[in-house]
């Protein structure tokens, strides 16, 4: 596999927002939205075999040889590039990792591992790759996974708006998230409308942003 980084730290973008987490990142992706935060991830890494980084996980979960983080998300990049991806996700689901996937939404995710948590975006307009959202994921996602819009301005909440009412977006999923782009929408604002609106939306801030620089990596 191809590896930017393995790292712990703090979730910070989904209803696990705010949990120490390991984060395994993923080489690579295939669109190119014009806000990305990662695009240091798009080439370079390290080849890893999935038993490398199984190691590396269980390195930055130990305190002591005992696991003390027991979190870990695959993200990117995009993950579901990688043919290994699904191996990796059943050997630590089999270790009794709490796994989540965060992925563009352009992939199908409905032969992942069940108890996969899928955290999946929808590209809104602004991002330059609206269209891309693999349609079939609608029926393959299920109560505990959760369903991401990253919105750069009051065009993409509406974009968004619909899409959740077109598709009766509520209940399906345990959350869907609302989130504005870091420096180019406020929080505020978008707050206000998803009131307004009455939207069964979670507004989502990344975390990780407010706590350390919002250039970081590794965090
Ligand atoms: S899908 Fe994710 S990693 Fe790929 S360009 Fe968009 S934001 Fe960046």
């Known amino acids: 596999?191809?590896?930017?980084?393995?790292?712990?730290?703090?979730?910070?973008?989904?209803?696990?927002?705010?949990?120490?987490?390991?984060?395994?990142?993923?080489?690579?992706?295939?669109?190119?939205?014009?806000?990305?935060?990662?695009?240091?991830?798009?080439?370079?890494?390290?080849?890893?075999?999935?038993?490398?980084?199984?190691?590396?996980?269980?390195?930055?979960?130990?305190?002591?040889?005992?696991?003390?983080?027991?979190?870990?998300?695959?993200?990117?990049?995009?993950?579901?590039?990688?043919?290994e991806v699904g191996g990796l996700m059943e050997r630590l689901t089999g270790q009794g990792y709490q796994v989540l996937v965060e992925t563009s939404g352009e992939r199908f995710v409905g032969n992942l591992p069940a108890p996969v948590v899928r955290i999946v975006d929808v590209k809104c307009p602004g991002s330059g790759e609206g269209g891309t959202f693999c349609m079939e994921n609608l029926a393959a996602l299920t109560a505990k996974d959760q369903l991401k819009f990253v919105l750069a301005d009051r065009q993409d909440y509406e974009w968004a708006r619909d899409f959740l009412r077109q598709h009766r977006l509520e209940g399906k999923v345990e959350a869907v998230i609302f989130s504005p782009v870091f420096g180019q929408l406020e929080p505020r604002p978008l707050a206000e409308w998803i009131l307004a609106d009455g939207l069964p939306v979670r507004l989502g801030l990344q975390l990780h942003k407010f706590i350390w620089h919002p250039d970081m990596q590794g965090v």
């Open 1 to 83: 596999m191809q590896i930017t980084e393995i790292f712990r730290s703090i979730q910070g973008e989904s209803t696990y927002a705010g949990l120490p987490c390991i984060f395994v990142r993923l080489t690579g992706c295939n669109l190119r939205c014009v806000w990305c935060d990662t695009a240091y991830a798009f080439h370079g890494g390290k080849q890893m075999s999935v038993e490398e980084v199984l190691e590396a996980v269980r390195q930055v979960s130990e305190f002591d040889g005992q696991r003390r983080v027991n979190l870990v998300e695959i993200t990117g990049g995009e993950p579901l590039l990688q043919k």
